[in-house]
């Protein structure tokens, strides 16, 4: 099992809909989660940071934590086809590493 | 906005060759990291650093070797250059808790 698992994708959303990316996480013990956006051919980008039980709203961005049920989301919304990308879920481990999902590539089609 | 400098974009080199991947940071980080990319098998840590001399073997060290002489430079080393080793090879550097990743802007290394 990876530490940290994402939805396969590939996710195709319309033009200004919410788009919903999910994570989640095997180590009780990871403390911070972060996403982050990636365009083909760039390295990732961090976008959101979260810490704590319940909602980061960042612009359209909202990140949601659920560390009971080691559940980590983005929520994009009124998404625009510049969205497109794959986005990466993390979870901070030990020593200021961190573990990555493989990607969910995320398609906006106007 | 801290700034990540990886010297090279994209590397050719051939079987058996020593190869230095260098990555510069300009935000004083204590923590460093290299990180190689595969389709399929997203981003695995190959070894990172906490301070200067220190480093740490991360999943997949095997192969590679990493210098840390100073506290914004930290190199990555292929001993003996190997075609499995083809990837694009990330550096990042952070604060020292809690904070996400600055990443460079990657070296896609081909090995023939």
């Known amino acids: 099992q990876k530490e940290v698992e994402q939805n396969s994708g590939p996710l195709s959303v319309p033009e200004g809909a919410i788009a919903s990316l999910n994570c989640t996480y095997s180590?009780?013990?990871?403390?911070?989660f972060f996403w982050y956006r990636q365009y083909s051919g760039k390295s990732p980008e961090l976008i959101m940071s979260?810490?704590?039980?319940g909602d980061k709203e960042d612009g359209r961005f909202t990140a949601q934590l659920n560390k009971a049920s080691q559940y980590v989301s983005l929520l994009i919304r009124d998404s625009q086809p510049s969205d497109s990308a794959t986005y990466l879920c993390?979870?901070?481990?030990?020593?200021?590493?961190?573990?990555f999902g493989d990607g969910t590539t995320l398609t906006v089609k106007p | 906005d801290v700034k990540v400098t990886q010297s090279s974009r994209y590397l050719v080199k051939r079987t058996g060759e020593k190869v230095f991947l260098e990555c510069v940071q300009d935000?004083?980080?204590?923590?460093m990291f290299w990180y190689r990319q595969d389709p399929g098998l997203g981003l695995r840590l190959i070894y990172f650093s906490y301070d200067v001399k220190m480093k740490e073997k991360g999943d997949i060290p095997e192969g590679y070797s990493v210098s840390r002489e100073k506290k914004e430079r930290f190199s990555l080393i292929l001993e003996s250059a190997s075609t499995n080793q083809t990837s694009m090879y990330l550096c990042a550097s952070r604060p020292p808790t809690g904070h996400g990743y600055t990443f460079g802007s990657g070296t896609r290394l081909t090995v023939v």
């Open positions: 935000m004083d980080h204590e923590n």
């Open positions: 979260i810490y704590s039980n």
């Open positions: 993390a979870a901070g481990l030990s020593a200021g590493k961190s573990t």
């Open positions: 180590d009780r013990g990871s403390q911070s």
